[in-house]
């Protein structure tokens, strides 16, 4: 069968991260992609983990513990920040990024992932990716402003200049109710 749209996420995320790398987990929420992420790298590697909500920082937190992983960054800010808290030595060095878009699901629905904040975290992902890393983003549009930022991304990475890197969409196309969809970035040099 066709891989659904989150383990197809996770697959091509797990097909480019070894143990030791740099990745970052935009979107962390309830911790599911941080876990993922701390268990690919390893203690030798680095996760940062970032979500606008406090709770969703403390949920992660509290999975990542259970696990026994001692490799995850907590960032209680704006996933635009990236640049300001990426340490001096993982600069140009990240092998992959996740995003989850939308809202958390039993939390605030109205604390969404929004275009311009969005694109701004793809943009200085995309500035730090290593050759061969990957931007993987779970586009999640049937909130409302969903729609606006979904068009949007899309309208950005259509743009990425292919020479640079490859975009690909996966997603079911007879899915009925706005199915969400994966968008992945991979840069080539
Ligand atoms: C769809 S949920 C993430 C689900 C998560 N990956 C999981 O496995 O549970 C989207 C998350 O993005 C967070 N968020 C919204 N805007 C953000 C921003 N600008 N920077 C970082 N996180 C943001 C929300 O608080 C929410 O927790």
Redesign the pocket.
Known sequence: MFKGIIPFAHHLLKEVTNEGDIVV??????????LLLATLVGETGHVYS????QQ?IETTKQLINQHGWNNVHYIH????KLETYLQEEHKKKIRAA????????R?DKK????AP??IA?IQALLHNLEKGGRVVL?V?HGHVGGKEEKDAVLQFVTNLDQQYYGVLQYGFVNQRNDPPFVIAMEKRQ
């Open positions: 987990d935009a979107t962390c929420g309830n911790g599911n992609d941080t970032f979500d606008v909500q969703a800010d704006s996933h635009a996740v995003f989850n878009l939308g809202y958390l699901p939390s604390v969404i992932t929004e904040s969005t975290a779970v999640y």
